[in-house]
Every structure is written in structure tokens, then in C-alpha cells.
């Protein structure tokens, strides 16, 4: 039996993968999240009451919390998702970014380096516990922009131009750091886009979505050519769980399912799938730092570790419009709140 601590598990891919792993094994999931905006119990319904599942509303830099979490529930694995994930909220506000994305992950790692010690007294001993690994879900925005061609190896250095990829950046440093100079057992991913049920709509294609379902513009960014390397959801919890099983101990693996596609193609194939006109689209203000094109390079994973994706991106797009329009109700509560201060603030 493993005890995982996941975090985040409430949100967009947090909350796929907790189903994931709940129906795959017969593991512990403790899911610690702080229910900030972008998680929603909703999202974990089917599982609420699933033996193997506990949920604990907290923050992941909450040291005295995640040290008494790892205690009672004799932790042996870390999944760490919980981050603010938002490019443009970044942009507008990025001191949240660094206290989650930065030093949460740190107060968290350091409960795991105290927790899985086999000799607690000895500040620099290497030696661990059998079988433990901090997993950090890092993204593919640290590797920065690319031009027309190239692609992001997991040797491609790291240049980070949002406030939110550099908060990831560093996270996803410490984690390095921490294997270096402590011998933490430990595994980096770098995904890109996900697309999927339970997105928040804040981002690109739920967004889109939501807006067609309304009649309202489609604020397009720039002049909407800028490239996105999509992955379901779905695929990147297997590719998770595929380097939590099998992914050797410090090293980094990039996900990808080679799948460019264009801002505004993703925006035209939404308006065609739910029969409206391009009319609604609104070419807006670009993001400032704007990358153009993001390619993942996803040869490790799939050629060391055997892991594949699994969805068309033709028919996953169409499953997860589908899914958004017959999901009205969940969309209709995610929105409800704050989120309409966001958009008309973000969109005027
Ligand atoms: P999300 O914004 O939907 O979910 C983030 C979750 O973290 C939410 O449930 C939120 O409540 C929780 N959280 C935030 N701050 C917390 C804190 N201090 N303590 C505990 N929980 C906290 O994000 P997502 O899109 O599901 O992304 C999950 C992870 O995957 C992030 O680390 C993100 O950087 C990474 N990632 C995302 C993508 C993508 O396309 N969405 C791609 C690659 C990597
Ligand atoms: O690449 C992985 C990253 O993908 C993750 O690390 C992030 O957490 C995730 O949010 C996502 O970042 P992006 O900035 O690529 O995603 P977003 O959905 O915000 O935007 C996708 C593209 O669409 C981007 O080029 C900006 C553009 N866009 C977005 C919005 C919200 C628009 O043109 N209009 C919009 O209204």
C-alpha cells in the first residue's frame, strides 16, 4: 500500500489524476488542497466517499499542517499540483505566484526530506526510506518561447518569460536542488497544454467555449498565431502516473503528445463545433511577454519509459465540448462568484 500525498487534487488535472489513481489502484490518496478559486469539490464527487480517498482544505505552505499530515498518514509519495496556474493572473498580480508556486513547494519538500530521512539526526545523510518520491508536476512554459521550428528537450535550458513560468522555474529548481544536495528521491514533469473536463474557464478553450454558449466575443490575443502543444488531460495523468511508477529517481521527463495547433484554429474548430459564427471572434490587446510557440519533445518519455498518448486531439476536442455543454450546471457554478469580477477586470 502507498500512502500519496497529492496536492491540488481539487483542481482542473489535480482532480482527473485523484480519479485516475483511485480507480487504477488500491493506494491511499490524501488530497490536500486549499480550495482557492480554481478548486472545486464538485470536480471529486464520484470519489467522496471512496475508502481509499481522504480530503484535508489546507495550504501546502502551511508547515505545521503538511508535518502533521505526513505523520498520521505515513506519507510515501508527494504528487505536487497545487500552484496557481493562471498566465495573465500572473501578469496582474505575481506575489501569490511565488509564495504557492515557490515557497510552497519548498515548505512541502521540506516535509518530505524530514519525514523520509532514515536518520533524522544527521542533517546531510542521503539515506531514505525505501520506495518514497517527491514528484513535482512542473510545466513546459520554464523552457520559455521557440520560434518556428525546434522543439523543448528536457535539455533545453530554462527561460521563463511570465511571472508565472518563473515561479514554476524556481520550484521546479528547488526540486532538482533538493535530489542534488540531499539525495531526495525525486521526479520532474513538464506537460504541456491540457485540455479536458474540469478546466477552469479562465483559460484558453473552456473559455472559448463558455463565451460561443453565450453569443458573447471571443477575445483572441494578438493576431491568435501563436502555438499551443495540446494534450489531453487524460494523457497526462497517465504520463503522471507513468514516471511515478517507473520514472528513474532524479531525473525529468517531458509530456507531450505532438499536437500544434494555433490560437485561432482552436477558437474557429469551437465556433464550427457549436455551429456559430466567426463573427464573434475579437482580436484583443496581446499578453504582454506573450510566447509564441511551445513544442514539446516527448522522445524520453515515450522511448525509456514506454508511455504513449492515447486521444486523437480530433476527438478529444469534440469529447470535451461535449462534455462542457452538457455539463451547464458546473460551468454555471464555477462562474457564479468571483470569477465574472475577473473576466469583466481582465476583458474591458
Ligand atoms: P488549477 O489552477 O486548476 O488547480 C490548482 C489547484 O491548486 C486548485 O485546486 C487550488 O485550490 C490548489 N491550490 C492553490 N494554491 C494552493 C495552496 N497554497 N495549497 C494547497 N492547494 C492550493 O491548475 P491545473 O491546471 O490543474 O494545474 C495543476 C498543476 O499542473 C500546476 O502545478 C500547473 O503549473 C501544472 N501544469 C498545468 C498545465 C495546464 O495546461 N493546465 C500544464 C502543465 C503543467
Ligand atoms: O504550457 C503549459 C501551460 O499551459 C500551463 O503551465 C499553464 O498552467 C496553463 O494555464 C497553460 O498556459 P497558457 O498561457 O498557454 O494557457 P491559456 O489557456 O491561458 O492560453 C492559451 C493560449 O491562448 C495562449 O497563447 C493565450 C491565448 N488566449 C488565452 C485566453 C485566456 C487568448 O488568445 N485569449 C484568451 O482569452
Redesign the pocket.
Known sequence: MKNILV?????????NFVKHMLATYNYKIIN?????????LENLKEVQDHPNYTFIK????DRKLVNSIFEEYKITQVV???????VDRSIEDPEIFL???VL?TQALIDAAKANWKVDPENKYSKEYKKDVKFLQ?????VYGTLDATGMFKETTPLAPNSP?SAS?TSADLIVRAYNETFGLPINI???????GP???PE?LIPLMINNCKKNSKLPVYGDGMQIRDWLH?KD?CTGIDTVFHKGKIGEVYNIGGNNEKANIEIVKLILKELGKSEELIKYVKDRPGHDRRYAIDNTKITTELGWSPSYTFEQGIRETIKWYIDNEHWMNNVTSGDYMKYYEQMYK
Do not use: M, P
Request: aromatic fraction near 14%; charged fraction near 15%.
Open positions: 496536492t491540488g487534487g481539487a483542481g482542473f488535472i489535480g482532480s490536500l488542497d486549499l480550495l482557492t478559486y480554481a478548486g472545486n489546507g495550504d501546502i505552505r505536487n499540483f497545487a500552484a496557481e496556474s493562471h509564495l504557492t508556486n510552497g508536476v512542473s510545466t513546459d512554459e508565472y514554476k514533469t513538464r506537460c504541456s497544454n491540457n485540455y474540469y478546466q477552469f483559460k488531460v497526462h
